[in-house]
């Protein structure tokens, strides 16, 4: 048997030589949010998504498909919009502080790397903080929309079994009965919540000011994220290819593997605090940059 804590010691300390150089482009899954609560479906600690996701397809043609939607988005936000950074998003914060992050890119709709006090965060998949018209294109705040949904659906209020990551919750049918959606307040067309759907492209300018981002990087760092989906995998298969060194931090398995100089297989509330407290011990003994191997 390994000693695991020794292991995942020697490892921070190794991962904090590199960040403490600088330049470290940041990507981010949804396992850096689940000690905020919100659960990660693909990682070890989350129960298997029971239902299929909403496709961009079916929330465009099928009322149906989008009135049950939005009763359930609008119950799972009690639970996303109440969520709190973790010591993990806190620390990433900090290493952005400190100046030794060049990026910070997110595959997370919570918005919780800003919460945490991280600034200047590519969203990959938008945020769900925000509701967009698919017709005039306005940007509407949550707040305001659940205000509006609460108004419209006087005393709806069903059993929530699970929340989703995405937000949404896993509900009965016989419960969403009568759920009146809502439409944009200046021109009646359709809204939707301002996150990348299944089957929906990530926006064109996001990505290549991600893929800018990892080109000039000298590490990417991977918080939380078992790269299933290819929208995160294809930023670590181009810092590979471009030689740029790749460090994954995650609970469970990961497609990264192959590609990751180093792995560090730990809970990210334990391991990223103590790395900022090492990357800070390493520049108050180099003042002009560089950990002491
Ligand atoms: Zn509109």
């Known amino acids: 048997m390994r000693d695991h804590g020794e292991v995942t010691s020697k490892s921070v300390a190794e991962l904090a030589g590199w960040v403490g150089e600088g330049d470290v482009v940041v990507l981010s899954g949804a396992g850096l949010s689940t000690e905020s609560g919100i659960p990660d479906y693909r990682g070890p600690s989350g ?15 099928d009322p149906v498909a989008r009135r049950r939607y939005w009763a359930r988005s609008h119950l799972g936000w009690r639970t996303i919009g109440d969520a709190r950074p973790n010591l993990g998003h806190r620390a990433v914060a900090r ?17 919780l790397h800003q919460a945490g006090g991280a600034t200047g965060v590519i969203e990959l998949h938008g945020n769900l903080a925000h509701v967009t018209c698919l ?3 306005c940007l509407i705040a949550r707040t305001e929309h659940t205000r509006r949904l609460d108004e419209a659906n006087p005393g709806f209020a069903a059993t929530v079994r699970a929340v989703n990551p995405d937000g949404d919750v896993e509900l009965d049918d016989a419960e969403l009965d009568g759920f009146a959606v809502v439409d944009c307040d200046s021109c009646g067309g359709m809204l939707k919540p301002d996150v990348v759907y299944f089957g929906e492209t990530v926006p064109a300018e996001r990505v290549s000011r991600s893929f800018e981002l990892v080109a000039s990087a000298r590490t990417l760092m991977v918080l939380g994220s078992s790269l299933t989906v290819m929208s ?6 181009r810092a590979a ?11 469970g398995v990961t497609r990264g593997e192959p590609y990751a100089g ?4 730990a809970p990210l509330g334990e391991v990223l605090p103590e790395l900022v407290r090492r990357v800070e011990l390493g520049m108050r003994a180099h003042p002009l940059g560089g950990v002491p191997a």
Do not use: H, W
């Open 47 to 61: 129960a298997a998504r029971r239902g299929t996701p909403m496709t961009y397809q079916a929330f465009t043609r």
């Open 232 to 237: 995160g995998r294809r930023f670590v298969l």
């Open 95 to 111: 290493l952005q502080q400190l100046g030794v992050l060049s990026g910070i890119i997110t595959q997370n709709v919570d918005g």
């Open 241 to 251: 290819k471009e030689g740029i060194r790749v460090a994954i931090v995650n609970q």
């Open 262 to 265: 180093l792995i560090v297989d």
């Open 135 to 137: 017709q005039c294109g």
